[in-house]
């Protein structure tokens, strides 16, 4: 196996490594609920710190990158994780909620600092190999989050508690840290700062400056808005798919539970076969396709009486979330000097969909009904159609004709877009060379 597959192997595992953490506390809510002894609205404070962390993570994550390299900084953030769920499992043994809020916290702060870290690495390798890879490397993700909520499933189903499965899951996620060390390439990413040396305060500075400039950047902070859209979507399903069939269409938990289920096989199936549609279409028309069939899965969804079509709603929504976060990690990544910041920048507005996007469905709901109050999605897939054209690829650097000589001979057939799926004006863009 060559370097730069084994890296993609090991980042894609780190995907899954992430997915599966993420969803390992959601079966076990009931029962976490039941030993503390609180209500639902603590526990939905409770969920909300591992938003806040991640955000703290998403900041942090820059510095900790340039700091410690790729090896490191992915090892560390997946071992912060694994602590982090022993103290989990530690703290609902004792059945303390203020050290279940501050370890609910500290795995966000992981998890959004290993989201930054694999997303660059992962940019990284795909402008290596001149092909997409980013949608499985987030299928993997898909596919962990399932995997986690089934382990956690199994466990209440054969009665192993809370805090035995999280001090498990720990050691798991530490050992598979370790071993997957080595298959990380250990790139700095340092930032360019024109050249200049600027050493200890100094250079924090400058990196501080990197990352604000990257909020004045109006083409990213549209590969944000595409985020923005999609993650509505995405987060809000999670939070109320179920809910919406259980109440408003009337049916029982365990068809409310194969719906939502629908939905996340349906996310991860079109992550893996979405790269060759992306090295076919580019990726402005994949989200601009993927958010149109979005739309109509909306629109099927709230307004269809047949469940069968209602199922179908559901499936063409999980496509319309499926390439945003993905194709905008990608997008991000290539846009300028930096990538880890960049990448920062983008996450961070996914990360507010992520964190204010349901609350907002719940009060809308409130008011017009939860069925109704899923049009806010709708509208934001047209949105995210709107801002497409901010994914185009941006204008390699001119070269020396020895380089350029070069890199056309390591690119791969097939791989550069061809003149007739040409993109509007300033939006279809060659492929970029390697940073």
């Known amino acids: 196996m060559t370097s730069l597959a084994r890296s993609r192997w090991t980042i894609t595992s780190a995907f899954g490594v992430g997915g599966i953490t993420i969803s390992a506390w959601g079966p076990r809510l009931p029962a976490i609920k039941a030993s503390l002894g609180i209500d639902t609205a603590t526990i939905g404070l409770l969920l909300a710190g591992v938003t806040v962390g991640a955000i703290f993570g998403l900041a942090i994550s820059n510095p900790v990158l340039h700091r410690l390299g790729s090896r490191r900084a992915v090892t560390g953030a997946l071992l912060l994780v694994a602590a982090a769920m022993a103290l989990l499992g530690l703290a609902v043994m004792l059945a303390s909620v203020p050290l279940v809020a501050i370890t609910f916290v500290i795995i966000g702060l992981g998890i ?76 700095t990413h340092a930032p360019e700062t024109a050249g200049l040396s600027t050493p200890g305060r100094a250079d924090r500075v400058a990196k501080l400056r990197q990352w604000l400039r990257g909020w004045a950047d109006w083409r990213l902070l549209l590969i944000g ?76 969804f709230i307004l269809a009486g047949n469940i069968w079509i209602v199922l179908v709603g559901v499936l063409l929504w999980s496509v319309g979330v499926s390439m945003g976060f993905p194709l ?44 109704h109050a899923l049009w806010l999605i709708a509208a934001m897939f047209v949105v995210a159609f709107a801002a497409a054209g901010s994914l185009g690829r941006r204008p390699a650097p001119a070269e020396p004709a020895a380089s350029a000589e070069l890199a056309a001979r390591a690119e791969p057939a097939g791989t550069t877009e061809p003149a007739d799926r040409a993109e509007p004006a300033g939006t279809n863009e ?6």
Request: hydrophobic share 55%; net charge negative.
């Open 112 to 187: 959004g600092t290993l989201d930054v870290l694999i997303n660059v690495e992962g940019s990284a390798i795909e402008r290596a190999a001149g092909r997409t890879l980013m949608p499985m490397m987030h299928a993997a993700w898909s596919i962990g989050a399932a995997v986690g909520a089934g382990i956690g499933a199994a466990c209440a189903a054969v009665g192993v508690t809370p805090a035995a499965q999280f001090i498990g899951e720990a050691v798991l996620i530490g050992v598979a840290a370790l071993g997957m060390a080595p298959g990380i390439e250990q790139r």
């Open 225 to 300: 808005v595409v985020m923005l859209g999609v993650e509505l979507g995405e987060g809000s399903a999670n939070s109320w798919l179920t809910l919406a069939m259980h109440t408003d269409r009337g049916q029982t938990a365990a068809i409310a539970a194969v719906f939502i289920t629908a939905f996340a096989v349906g996310e991860a199936t079109a992550r893996i076969f979405g790269g060759p549609v992306v090295d076919r279409l580019g990726r402005v028309w994949t989200i601009r396709v993927t958010t149109a069939l979005g739309i109509l899965g909306m629109v099927l």
């Open 328 to 371: 905008g990690m990608s997008a991000a990544a290539e846009s300028g000097p930096d990538p880890a910041a960049r990448v920062s920048v983008v996450a961070s507005i996914g990360y507010f969909a992520s964190l204010a996007g349901p609350p907002v469905i719940g009060v809308l709901a409130q008011a017009v009904g939860l069925l």
């Open 430 to 435: 060659p492929v970029g060379t390697i940073d």
